[in-house]
């Protein structure tokens, strides 16, 4: 089924949704398809009630832990405390917050316990990448030997081929290997398809070389769906392909101290055939900010489901404790002044199968192809 | 995400490149705090050049290449950069990981311009390359008259634990850089400024140690950077002075050359 979006619908979208409601109902089961993103997003449930889910037999912690989970706490809260961007903590009360934690956490007899302590304080925030990630998941953690190497798996349905880069390791993150995927649709289309934004020397390398050979094409299909998003600096060097003036911007970036414009810087050679992205509920963060840079400076058309509405920027850092700390320190805002954490981005052209393109059938790349060839009603 | 990233750590590599100092002697004359009156900005900059080895000891220099690392602990990253470094204002410097890929900086002339594998090539314009031409002129504390028309001292401030001068230093065009010099020292030991880019303006700390001797005059081996909430901790590893530098390692690409050309409508 497909519904073509006005500039209308999207703004009554942003009128009536709840943040914190859109996003508990998006993070539902089938998102956790996607190994690779639950890695950034979903390491420790947060719990509303911290206790009482310790697994039976769990090693009671000694003094010695418990004064580093002390730590650790503290260290969560004032790195909140700080460097979260909005400085009214989205209407949390942040500074009564540390103090009745650190009561519950010194009741905390576990491992489990003292995590969901700490999940339970940031999850009063409500927003996305804002989690506590046991040591075991860390790159170099606590556990015996390194993580074994996160894959990431396309939603069903969709065309699993493409290259596979190596292990790549981002700071405490574990290993992730992308995917990506470049082929002509007949001769007068390029395709483009990876599954996070990692690896800048893999995948910049892979995706210049694919718009070199596709400049002289009618069109060009990014294909976001399933993309983890990642390290949103490639965002602008990827959009700097289909850049028509200096100084446009993909959104911006609200951090505590600046705005950082996610300025475009256009190649030598940019592309100026027509572009169209691919998104689905399982297209996240950077791959959202990408979508709806191009979407609202109207360099692209985008096809398919709405995302996931997870896109903000954050870094992990390590706790006293071992574990890791994904903190977020800033919002994304698009060209025209939305914040997609908690509202996603909605293509221009929905599409109610985009999340699983049953069996031979990709309705969402078929609708792209068609608009691209059929260059006469439209020039965005 | 950790599209700052990049961003934030071509900054750590340009201060890096500039915070290069020095040392030397005495205070000048009796203009010390202890009497109630603050010395002038301008003898206390000149001190810094005497503390660090004197005009005519930089003046020996020609250029430099300067090695270090920039580690990011809490975040787990720790980059590798090179500076390279010529009178009176040519400068390169590369900064590469497999976490960022290669990031390339230059001064051509008067051109400024960046090639990162994550955002490609551009050319630096605006607030941005004025900043860096400012910034990336060749020992620009030591020869300071020509980087600032002005150096206020304006009182006294303990920055860890250590009594330092706090002097205004105030560039042609530009915000104010805040110095802050040892009152006993006279070594430069804290820089307070605004840091530009095509993203926008961030302010930034940069903690200045480690000072030690090197061909004949101070130079800082460790600064400790403060930016947008994150440490970063920029060790030197190895500096050169007056070496044969790499061929056409200050020329410009081809792919900046190319923008270059289009903008001109070549």
């Known amino acids: ?380 | 995400m950790r599209d700052g990233l990049k961003k934030l750590l071509s900054f750590a590599a340009v201060s890096a490149a500039v915070l290069s100092v020095l040392p030397g002697p005495v205070f000048p004359s009796g203009a010390d705090a202890a009497g109630g009156e603050l010395p002038s900005g301008e003898s206390i900059c000149d001190r810094f050049v005497e503390v660090s080895g004197g005009i005519e000891a930089f003046g020996l220099i020609r250029n430099r290449v300067t090695k270090m690392t920039i580690e990011m602990a809490a975040q787990g990253l720790k980059l590798e950069a090179t500076v390279y470094a010529a009178a009176p204002g040519r400068f390169y410097s590369i900064v590469e990981s497999p976490a960022i890929g290669r990031i390339e900086r230059g001064v051509s002339g008067d051109v400024v311009w960046e090639r990162s594998l994550m955002t490609g090539p551009s050319v630096k314009e605006g607030e941005e390359r004025a900043m860096m031409l400012r910034e990336t002129a060749f020992d620009r504390n030591i020869h300071w008259r020509k980087a600032f028309k002005s150096a206020e001292c304006t009182g006294i401030e303990k920055i860890g634990g250590t009594d330092c001068y706090r002097v205004v230093m105030t560039p042609a065009e530009g915000e104010p850089h805040i110095h802050f010099y040892e009152k006993e020292s006279g070594l430069l030991a804290r820089v307070e400024s605004i840091v530009h880019s095509s993203m926008g303006a961030i302010p930034q700390v940069s903690s200045l140690g480690d000072y030690r001797e090197t061909d004949g005059v101070l130079v800082s081996w460790s600064v400790a950077l403060e930016i947008m909430g994150q440490h970063r901790s920029i060790k030197t590893v190895s500096i050169e002075h007056n070496v044969e530098m790499p061929e056409g390692i200050f020329d410009l690409p081809e792919d900046i050359a190319a923008i270059l050309s289009a903008k001109q409508g070549g």
Not at chain 1, 29 to 52: D, H, I, K, T
Not at chain 1, 120 to 136: F, K
């Open chain 1, 1 to 380: 089924m497909r519904r073509e979006n006005s500039g209308e619908s999207v703004k009554a979208f942003d009128a009536g949704a709840s943040v914190r409601n859109v996003r508990t109902e998006r993070r539902g089961g089938s998102f956790f398809r996607c190994a690779a993103a639950a890695v950034l997003l979903a390491f420790a449930p947060a719990c509303g009630a911290p206790f009482g889910s310790a697994p039976a037999g769990a090693p009671a912690l000694s003094a010695e832990q418990k004064e580093l989970n002390r730590a650790s706490l503290e260290m969560v809260w004032s790195t909140v405390n700080e460097r979260f961007w909005d400085p009214e903590f989205r209407g949390v009360e942040w500074a009564a917050v540390r103090e009745k934690h650190m009561a519950w956490l010194d009741r905390a007899s576990t491992m489990e316990e003292a995590r969901g302590v700490m999940s339970a304080m940031i999850d009063l925030l409500g927003v996305s990448h804002m989690t506590i990630i046991p040591s075991a998941f860390l790159n170099g953690g606590l556990n015996d030997g390194a993580p074994g190497l996160v894959e990431t798996a396309p939603p069903e349905g969709t065309n699993p081929a493409g290259e596979h880069g190596s292990a790549f390791v981002l700071g405490h993150l574990p290993p992730v290997a992308v995917t990506f995927e470049s082929r002509g649709i007949d001769d007068d289309i390029g395709y483009i398809r990876f599954d996070c934004f990692m690896d800048p020397v893999f995948l910049m390398t892979r995706f210049n070389g694919a718009m070199e050979s596709f400049l002289e094409r009618e069109g060009v299909v990014i294909d976001l769906r399933g993309n983890m998003g990642g390290v949103g600096a490639m965002v602008m060097g990827m959009a700097g392909w289909f850049a028509v003036e200096k100084g446009a911007s993909m959104g911006t970036i609200v951090t505590r101290e600046a705005r950082l414009d996610l300025i475009l810087n256009p190649r030598p050679s940019a592309f100026g055939g027509r572009l169209a992205v691919l998104v689905d509920s399982l297209t996240v963060s950077s791959a959202e900010m990408m979508a709806a840079g191009l979407q609202e400076t109207g360099r692209a058309r985008i096809f398919g489901g709405r995302t996931m509405g997870m896109a903000l920027q954050s870094e992990v850092i390590l706790l006293p404790n071992g574990d890791g700390f994904q903190c977020v320190t800033g919002n994304y805002i698009s060209p025209l002044g939305r914040s997609i954490e908690g509202r996603g981005v909605i293509p221009d052209v929905e599409i109610a199968s985009a999340d699983g393109a049953g069996a031979g059938s990709d309705e969402a790349l078929e609708a792209a192809v068609a608009w691209i060839r059929d260059g006469d009603n439209d020039n965005r």
